[in-house]
């Protein structure tokens, strides 16, 4: 591959709501070669640039994180959720 | 002794989110609830969550008998359930989504494919995960995935989800098949 090629992969902040048009590629092939693959990656980041969500800093671990509530009943809901939404 | 701090890809998110992965998996999402109940700090890529929404479309299209259903099919109440179950992903306590403060360039994933040999989302989460480990004193990477623990080790540490319990459940879907089975 040439040099030139070689890209910057952005920081991923991509709003929720903008995903699931954007994640087929990544999904259902994922046996590309590589330099599709890339590309295929390339394409998730290419709206990286629309930040709505706000990272932090980890106080415990000086790690930049996603800055949510948390929820202590979030696991219970994502398998409630999931059981509705694949039953 | 185990590190208290995980970096969990893809597959051990999923295991904890369709049904039927939940029985066939079990370890997995005994791993979660350790993480949820504050025992283990989790971290993961911002990445995974666009493979997990990806993957539960996919499902969702099984479970339709389609094999390609285009986004504009699945109903308003289909996309919200998705969304919102990986709204919930970043809700869940000791569950941290983590983005590298330097961008991860593509001579990166492409030099740790080539030295690794593993597909090319997998690079991009290990290389999260490695920045991840800069920081922190310990990390494991915790995947199901034989060929990335094992090819993954020369970078970082990694364990099958099994390490982190003390007997897989006799009721677990995998016991005859699990090679990291205890």
Partial sequence: ?87 | MLPTNIFVDTEILLDNIIPERREQFKCSCLLIDEVSNGRLTAFTADYVLSEIMGILKTTKEIRKGTAHLLYETLTPTEKAAIQSIIVSLTNMPNLKIFTPIKPISQKDIYDLVRSICIQTKDALVLLTALEAKSKLKELELVTRDAKLMVRSKSQIASAHPSAYINKCPSDCLSKFSCRYRK
């Fill in chain 1, 1 to 87: 591959m040439n040099n030139d090629m070689w890209g910057v992969v952005p920081c991923p902040i991509i709003p929720i709501q903008d995903r699931l048009e954007i994640v087929t590629d990544l999904v259902e092939r994922p046996f590309l070669a590589l330099s599709s693959t890339v590309q295929a990656i390339l394409r998730y980041f290419e709206i990286a640039h629309r930040m709505k969500w706000t990272f932090v800093v980890d106080k415990t671990n000086g790690l930049l994180v996603l800055d949510v509530e948390k929820d202590p009943e979030a696991l219970r809901a994502i398998r409630r959720k999931a059981d509705l939404l694949l039953k």
